[in-house]
């Protein structure tokens, strides 16, 4: 019978035996994937797995330190990386989602690959992949299909000629959480929503700037900590908010305004192929909305997305 320690169990035996004495480098994204995989490793290798964390300025706000200091916490052997200036550089200008996507990738790996190349002697890229980007991957990249060029699969720097190492790969969502808790990961970082590996540059449509992102740290950041204070946040597979390349206009004392809107999205899921918008309560709504036009310099409306996936999507691109 499959359980949480049993899998523990086998797989770290499994490790040693495949990985003996090499060197295992592991990217880690903040999500949980990734974060299981690199302590089931360290379980079996300790500090042969060196794992890389990149900030590519593109994190909810105040994301990358908290979740490097609890890898650290965690007794993870981790690289925290500032790439911020190199990211926001190559997309300087670019609006069109899919080139947004290729581009973040292609710096992800410029920078994971620089800093591979400092440790002596790797063998082995380990990954967080699970059993459904398994799946997806083929499908997205099938003759039919290019929804969208998704995910975390692939990608990686093939003249450093690693062997790849999965010891997620045949597992579901549901499971890596409960192998996650069976490690002792903290349930707070096993119950984080899911978040789009290009992150907020997918959230801020059209160009993306500093101020953008600023703005929309902010706004995230009320609105999920809206959901944390009230209860709410364990009951929504995921939230966000999307600023929109609209301005409106708006009035301020005797002045008018003409400022951006953002758009809040919660969706219930079960595996992101299908989602239904969230009823929150109203009062709840009415709130957050308030607390971010007036806290939020910039932003003066504030709408609330109610479609359905299909045919909308969760991201707005
Ligand atoms: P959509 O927008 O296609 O999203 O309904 C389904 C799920 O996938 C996430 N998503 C991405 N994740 N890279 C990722 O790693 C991406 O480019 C990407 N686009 C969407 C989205 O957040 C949702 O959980």
New binding site residues.
């Given amino acids: 019978d499959w359980t949480p320690g049993s899998f523990v169990d086998t797989t770290v035996k499994e490790l040693k035996t495949k990985l003996g004495n090499d060197k295992v480098v592991l990217g880690l ?1 903040g999500g949980v994937d990734s974060t299981v995989a690199g302590v089931l490793l360290n379980k079996a290798i300790h500090d042969n797995l060196t794992c890389i964390f990149v900030d590519n300025g593109l994190l909810r706000k105040n994301e990358f330190q908290t979740v490097l200091d609890s890898y650290k916490h965690m007794g993870l052997n981790v690289i925290g990386v500032d790439a911020r200036k190199h990211f926001l550089d190559a997309l300087a200008g670019v609006s069109d ?1 899919e080139t947004k ?1 290729k581009i ?1 990738g292609r710096v992800f790996i410029e920078v994971f690959d620089r800093e591979a190349h400092k440790i002596q002697n790797v063998k082995w890229l380990a990954q967080g992949t699970i059993y459904p980007d398994v799946i997806e991957s083929v499908s997205v990249n099938g003759p039919s299909a290019t ?6 699969v692939g990608g990686l720097p093939e003249e450093m000629n690693l062997k790849v190492v999965e010891p997620l790969n045949l597992l579901f969502k549901d499971e890596v959480r409960r192998v996650g808790k069976a490690l002792g990961i903290s349930p707070a970082l096993l119950g984080r ?6 992150g907020l540059a ?1 959230r801020i449509l059209g160009d993306i700037t500093q101020e953008k992102i600023d703005i929309l740290q902010q706004v995230d950041h009320i609105f999920i900590q809206g959901l944390k204070d009230n209860e709410l946040y364990d009951r929504v ?2 939230a ?1 908010a999307m600023l929109l390349p609209v301005q409106s206009v708006g009035v301020m004392g005797d002045e008018r305004t003409y400022e951006r809107v953002v758009a809040l999205r919660a ?1 219930e ?1 079960t595996d ?2 299908t ?1 239904d918008w969230v009823h929150l309560p109203y009062e709840f709504l009415a709130k957050v909305s308030n607390d971010i036009i007036n806290k939020v310099k910039g932003v003066n409306r504030v709408v609330y997305d109610i479609s359905s ?1 299909p045919p ?6």
């Avoid at 929804?147 to 975390?152: A, F, G, L, P, T």
Wanted: glycine share 10%; aromatic share 10%.
């Fill in positions: 994204s989602p996507r973040i929804i969208k060029s998704h995910h975390n929503h899911p978040f789009p590996g290009p997918i597979w995921q966000g969706v899921s992101g192929m989602a996936k909308a999507t969760i991201e707005w691109e």
